[in-house]
């Protein structure tokens, strides 16, 4: 994969969503290793929160953040779990206590 960059008047930037596959063993560590880097962390109900949420029905768990140029960027972990679409949008901690495992999240 290349990532090409390349300069554009704030007016010319078309905000967009990128998301990025990661495994769980770093989405464990991403809060940190993003804020260290000066990034705003925020989770997909934008609750004020740092707390990665899981997406029921694919089961994934994920985090946001934004670049310099407002794009909307996500690491996003899939789970080893069925999935549960009743149960919505859960925080990770929920979901995996729901499972019967606890789960160490740097922050």
């Not at 078309?14 to 560590?29: D, G, L, V």
């Not at 989770?43 to 946001?64: H, K």
Request: net charge negative; with cysteine; charged share 25%.
């Amino acid at each position: 994969m290349t990532l090409m960059l390349w300069e554009k008047e704030p007016s010319e930037i078309i905000r967009q969503h990128y998301a990025f596959e990661t495994s769980i063993e770093n989405m464990k560590c991403i809060v940190p290793w993003l804020k260290d880097r000066g990034l705003k962390v925020r989770n997909f109900l934008d609750d004020g929160t740092e707390n990665p949420f899981v997406f029921g029905w694919m089961p994934a768990v994920s985090i946001y953040f934004s670049d310099p140029d407002g794009h909307s960027l996500e690491f996003i972990s899939m789970l080893p779990d069925e999935p549960q679409p009743e149960l919505g949008v859960v925080a990770w901690q929920e979901w995996e206590k729901s499972h019967g495992r606890s789960i160490k999240i740097q922050k």
